[in-house]
């Protein structure tokens, strides 16, 4: 059930994500979530850490409201975007700034449209590219126009389906560090919850956790979390 259904509850938080015993099994009977419990603090750089068929995915797929559970309560007053491994297959346009003008709000003028654009596109280092075509850009490139489009569209959670699978270590590294910066920013700081394989990206994390076989663990610090994954046998965090 959503919150919704479910507003006695006394303790589900103010504000945030929060899943409370979450089960969901797919239509075929593949249980992809089992009683998984977990809540986001506030914002920040949160990451998830599992192998693939973890369940990672179906609970994006909750979160953002594309499916619901089949039990438990999901509490989530923030406005989620998705952003996938593939960036091109959420860039439509023709040109960085037509393409930001799809997920901005439809009541802006002409003008504040504009502006907006160049703002987002100024905060993930894409600045001055709005008439930039497409086809011309990097697949690090493209991926921080995504991250712009999920700007636009005033979305205050990002989850993040490994976005930096398919990039060379340089894109791999602009990514990271421009979420970041967005989920640390002084005004409107972002949330992000980023699934990952690399244990290297967990340096950069506020807080991780672990998935396996349906199951969230515990959120813990980054470094902690690393360390204790390093001593797992060979294949235990990682493909």
Known sequence: MTIQEN????????????FEKVSFTWPSGEK??????????????????????????TLFRLISGLIQPNEGTIY????????????????????CGSDLLLNLPKQLTPQQRKLQI????????????ASRPIHTLSGGQKQRLALA?????????LLLDEPTALLDPLSQKNVLSTVKKLCHRPNSPLTALWI????????????????????????KPSFE???????????GAER
């Open 32 to 57: 992809a979530l089992n009683k998984c419990s977990f809540s986001i603090p506030g914002p920040g750089l949160w990451m998830i850490v599992g192998k693939n068929g973890s369940g990672k995915s």
């Open 118 to 129: 160049q703002v987002c596109l100024k905060n993930v280092g894409l600045e001055g590219m």
């Open 7 to 18: 507003k006695a509850k006394k303790d589900i938080p103010k504000s945030g994500l929060r």
């Open 149 to 157: 489009g999920a700007l636009a569209s005033e979305a205050s959670l």
């Open 196 to 219: 990952t394989h690399r244990l290297a990206e967990l340096n950069h994390a506020d807080g991780a956790i672990v998935m396996k076989k349906g199951c969230l663990g515990s959120l």
């Open 225 to 235: 979390l690393k360390q204790l994954l390093k001593r797992l046998p060979r294949g």
């Open 76 to 95: 989530c007053d923030l406005k989620p975007a998705l952003m996938f491994q593939n960036p091109d297959h959420q860039i439509l346009l023709p040109t």
